[in-house]
DNA sequence: TTTAATGCAAAGTGTTTGCACTATA
DNA sequence: TATAGTGCAAACACTTTGCATTAAA
């Protein structure tokens, strides 16, 4: 077994749950995918193995629930991603309009500044904020070259 | 008729809608909530007038494509907010998970960052950015006083 | 051997659509 | 009077749940 799973059985079992054949499927496809997958995209990578649908749900939220995935909510439609083992709270991704592909923005110099600013908002609007989601929207990088053509 | 929905009237009709009374009853709750609203609140303020569930969503589609209001996504569930005559392209908002209400965070200085450090992420993942929905996450005031009680 | 987990189908949400009818420009 | 808009019910897509059965600790 994986090493990373090792920690991830060890996290779910302490969670008083059991680490099943279904889990540790969906997991694999989680950890070869490396982007964000709708609950049908996983059901569709692992129903060959007799898995059903409402196991990819009731998993992913458990998942959710434990922290190992994150959920995030674009036009309605839950995407899952692993959240390894960075629980940073900032989470910055960027839609495609015209491709539709969700991309995650890693970048850390930005990531502290938004981080700033958040406090800053929290201080101005006595808000604590424990979470931020940005969903920024625009054209990607082929799709804006596709566009010269 | 108010003069707000004179202009609102006529950007209807340049696209060539009609503006009918449902659309003016929809438009009016919409101004008098001043916050978001979900379809299904929406239609429970103006059923008693005879307008179906059907027509309130087609109806915040069209708003929506005309540029009248926005569409927000927390949870999966759709809310709408009027955009009045602002159409800036920064949208932040704060749910508290504890009371699950949503505020809008409109703070010009705060605003002006998000929109530098979105031109940032734009030159350096050669992104075109568009639109920004931030959804920060946490306690707001309200609810963290209850917590010290 | 206890208890969580599963697959399936049914039920629940939120949203859209087809259709005959209505009302606006 | 032509055409967008309406209410209703049915359809749709995504997600959850009840239940009898299975499998992990």
Known sequence: MKKEFLS??????????K???QKR?????????????TAKEIYSKVKNNNIGLATVYRTMNLFTTIGIIKEI???????YELKMY???PLHI???CYKCNSIIDVD???VEIKYLKLNREIGEN?????????IMLIGLCDKCSEDKKL
């Open 107 to 109: 970048n850390s110099s």
């Open 125 to 133: 609007e006595k808000l604590q904020i424990h979470d931020a989601n």
């Open 73 to 79: 909510h674009v036009d309605g439609i839950s995407y």
């Open 86 to 88: 960075s629980k940073k």
């Open 25 to 37: 499927i969906i997991l694999e496809e989680l950890f070869n995918a490396d982007i964000h997958l």
């Open 19 to 21: 680490f099943t054949i």
């Open 8 to 17: 991830i059985k060890k996290l779910i079992e302490k969670n008083g749950y």
């Open 93 to 95: 991704h960027f839609k």
